[in-house]
């Protein structure tokens, strides 16, 4: 029935004020339109012309003129109320997955995220257009029809009334069945979105490993449960659908056996049989409006119910304004006392244990370790996409704050991840996508520090070539050269964070990249996690992790000295045989 979200929209009120009162208009232009077509039929009967039934006539198309108006304008109103909302349902979505930060989007699948806010919204308002007037006809218009049968004929409104709540029984009870199926089918048509994401962003590593047809056979048991679980749905509609027709022609029908009996017997006029005769399926025609419409609003009702689950999700804690400057400077001082980290709430083991530094000023910081140690994230709470577990845990400037999702303090983030977000827009854009008014000098400066001139020059239309999704593809090291085309080209953002950015790329290539990237990270404070060892020479401090904690620290020099973990770890790789990149 009426999701209770819906009144948590704003103006919804108002609207079903509208709709109330349209329904009521509604019914009584339906009993006009029986009443003037009865009318003019039994005048006939008695022997009268057409010609003299004018004023029936008349009044008939009048009611039913006024019936089609009245229905247009509900849904012109009603359209517009829906696309608004779903607008406005849409901007908070997007406004809070932002706010969570991109590890809950990890959590809950980047293609259900990006299909609820571009589908599943559309869906929303689908659901609106069609649940809200077929919800307030349900609850108006069958009432004040049976009040106007008991006026006619009161054996007539009994029937009505109990085959009505017979019919109820049957669409509460089809109704959950079909909820239970629908919301089946939704998990399935989430994991199949996830899926479809999944393969398209791997497809080429995919193809290099030789485990495409393997894939292609998981995606193919996905649709395949997706499409098994939407037949299920579909039979359950048509069963629900037919049962309805069922009972509602069997209720007419008998109306029709009692009306004649009586008028065989003479117990009753002419015009109150037919206005009954015409009135009864209009009785039942909101109820079977409503159930034929029911299935298709399943899954914009599921929809507006993990929409508004994602907005009710527990923001970060609130915090005082961070006081710092418009550029991260040499006085400025950041650090961590005993941090621990959780990725969810019901997490018995902290992801991150007694996490103690601290930085003033510009440096580049490693953070290295073994894949699972922690260093990522690490980097997300430094980005403000994580929450702390306690208080008091992170001072900047002195200033004790919960976390880092501190407006002033994600401004001047520049964070690169191991796989760049290329959009589907010129290479221009793309390298301009936080400075969009850089000037062409700047554009081509960040270009030639970055490494990209040769890129450009064979591109065919130059830096008007169409990348990302349908556009030129590249390769993972110029994916990452875009990226530092933006860091170049934006030179306000003081603080940058590499989450191992040259995790895919061959040693050759990171080589190249590495002679790219050192002039970036000057005059910057750098968090630089990896776990690439020939990195740690050009850091100025080291943070060491093991298991969530960071059990060495120091600069290059001490950390290589101390014969712990930093050592065991470089003697551990070099058994490995990893190849340095200065090599």
Sequence with gaps: MMDKNLFRMEKIKPVLIGLAGLAVLQAFLIIGQAYFLSKGITNLWQGQRVSAQGKEIFFFFLCFFLRQVAQFFREQQLDKFAYQQSQILRKQLVDKIFSLGPNFVQKEGTGNMVTMAIEGVSQVENYLTLILPKITNMM????????????????????????????????????????????????????????????????????????????????????????????STLKIAILSTFALDFFTTLSVAVVALFLGLKLIEGQLALLPALIVLVLTPDFFLPLRDFSSDYHATLNGGNTMKEIYRILDQEPFKATQNLTLNEKWDETETLSFEKLNVKYAKEDERMTLSDITFAWQGFGKIGIVGLSGSGKSTLVK????????????????????????????????????????????????????????????????????????????????????????????????????????????????????????????????????????????????????????????????????????KIVEQGTYEQVSKQQGYYAKFVAETKAGGELNANQ
């Design 381 to 548: 709470v430094l980005g403000g996409f994580l929450e702390p577990d306690g208080s008091e845990q992170i001072k900047v400037n002195g200033q004790v704050i919960p976390h880092l999702q501190q407006e002033k303090w994600q401004k001047q983030l520049f964070y690169i991840p191991q796989d760049p977000y290329i959009f589907h827009d010129t290479i221009r854009n793309n390298i301009c996508f936080y400075v969009p008014d850089a000037s062409p000098e700047s554009v081509e400066q960040a270009i030639s520090q970055a490494g990209l001139v040769e890129l450009i020059e064979e591109l065919p239309q130059g830096l008007a070539t169409m990348i990302g999704e349908g556009g030129q593809t590249l390769s993972g090291g110029q994916m990452q050269r875009v990226a530092l085309a933006r860091a170049f080209l934006d030179q306000e953002r003081k603080i940058l964070l590499f989450d191992e950015p040259t995790a895919h790329l061959d040693i050759e290539t990171e080589a190249e990249l590495k002679a790219t990237m050192l002039p970036l990270l000057e005059n910057h404070l750098v968090f630089f996690a990896t776990h690439r060892l020939h990195w740690m020479k050009e850091m100025d401090y080291i943070l060491v992790m093991q298991n969530g």
């Design 140 to 231: 108006i218009i069958p009432w004040l029809v049976a009040a106007f049968l008991f006026t006619q004929d009161i054996l007539s409104g009994v029937i009505v009334l109990l085959v009505f709540p017979v019919i109820i029984i049957f669409m509460v009870i089809l109704g959950y069945a079909a909820r239970a199926k629908a919301d089946r089918q939704y998990e399935g048509f989430q994991k199949l979105s996830n899926h479809f994401i999944d393969a398209l962003r791997g497809l080429e590593t995919l193809k290099l490993l030789g485990l495409s047809k393997k894939y292609e056979k998981n995606v193919y048991n996905v649709s395949e449960e997706y499409r098994k679980a939407t037949m």
